[in-house]
């Protein structure tokens, strides 16, 4: 079984210079902030307690995946750090400025972090088999690689229950089909409910497919245009948007029936009143 120290070794870099570094998701969420902002990343993975990412030269960043695996970001350079005792104003500001906790300001110490192009091609399609333990999220301990994804893939369809699709990752899926077919098959075989939340102010928006190619054909809509003409979402940014399924009907049920029960959830969830359905 191929490791992550052997695919280190294929790309010419030495492990022993390595450190594996598995974000939580305690302060942020590690996937869609590295996704839609990186300076906020950026700075998130920079602020650490002194001697944290000892004498590595470059830190393989991770986020969390499914069960105990983790999903492969990229490659950062080290190169340097300020101690707390050298720590400016300016230091204070890029907290604030990235929403991060402000305590950390004479408590870490500020590594100067870049991101660079070594490993790039494999961002978001290496996992790899972390292990049980999640506390010691700074390691140089080697790991098993679990899977290397296509490119534009995003991670394989369990359940119509499970899904919470980023605007990002459905562009990916209607990008590039052939990448996702356990998303295409599932999706484009049922018509339904599905619910849009737009994660800055927590409104929802409910809607309901029931034309050609099921949910598949109606979320590829906003894939293209991120509102799919809905008057309210055409104000928002659709990369807060996160896509979800309130309920499935076969795709022999009536345009009608479906409809009813798009109304009979926009009434429990109150989108008129206080959502972004406007009718």
Same mark, same amino acid.
Request: charged share 25%; glycine share 6%; aromatic share 12%.
């Given at each position: 079984?191929?490791?992550?120290?052997?695919?280190?070794?294929?790309?010419?870099?030495?492990?022993?210079?390595?450190?594996?570094?598995?974000?939580?998701?305690?302060?942020?969420?590690?996937?869609?902030? *590295?996704?839609?902002?990186?300076?906020?990343?950026?700075?998130?993975?920079?602020?650490?307690?002194?001697?944290?990412?000892?004498?590595?030269?470059?830190?393989?960043?991770?986020?969390?995946?499914?069960?105990?695996?983790?999903?492969?970001?990229?490659?950062?350079?080290?190169?340097?750090?300020?101690?707390?005792?050298?720590? %400016?104003?300016?230091?204070?500001?890029?907290?604030?400025?990235?929403?991060?906790? %402000?305590?950390? *300001?004479g408590e870490h110490v500020y590594y100067h972090l870049k991101i660079t192009e070594l490993m790039s091609d494999l961002s978001e399609r290496l996992v790899i088999e972390w292990g049980k333990s999640t506390l010691n999220w700074v390691q140089i301990k080697d790991k098993n690689i679990v899977q290397i994804k296509p490119k534009n893939s995003i991670d394989d369809f369990s359940s119509y229950d499970d899904i919470q699709l980023s605007y990002s990752d459905l562009?990916?899926?209607?990008?590039?089909?052939?990448?996702?077919?356990?998303?295409?098959?599932?999706?484009?075989?049922?018509?339904?409910?599905?619910l849009i939340l737009n994660k800055t102010d927590g409104r929802l928006y409910v809607g309901s497919a029931y034309g050609k190619d099921g949910i598949l054909g109606r979320w590829s809509a906003y894939?293209?245009?991120?509102?799919?003409?809905?008057?309210?979402?055409?104000?928002?940014?659709?990369?807060?948007?996160?896509?979800?399924v309130l309920e499935i009907t076969p795709l022999v049920m009536s345009i009608d029936e479906v409809i009813d029960r798009e109304n009979r959830w926009k009434v429990r969830l109150a989108t008129r009143e206080f959502g972004l359905n406007d009718n």
């Open positions: 079984m191929i490791t992550f120290h052997d695919l280190l070794k294929s790309y010419g870099v030495d492990p022993q210079c390595v450190r594996v570094v598995r974000h939580g998701n305690k302060e942020i969420n590690v996937l869609d902030v *590295f996704q839609n902002n990186k300076e906020r990343f950026n700075q998130y993975c920079s602020w650490q307690k002194e001697n944290k990412y000892g004498k590595s030269k470059y830190l393989a960043v991770f986020a969390p995946a499914r069960g105990t695996t983790s999903l492969f970001l990229g490659m950062w350079a080290v190169e340097g750090v300020t101690k707390n005792n050298e720590l %400016q104003k300016k230091h204070l500001r890029m907290l604030v400025k990235n929403d991060l906790p %402000q305590h950390w *300001f562009k990916k899926l209607m990008r590039d089909s052939d990448s996702n077919t356990s998303w295409v098959n599932a999706l484009s075989s049922v018509n339904g409910v599905y894939s293209k245009s991120g509102h799919g003409d809905n008057k309210l979402l055409k104000a928002l940014d659709p990369e807060n948007f996160e896509f979800s």
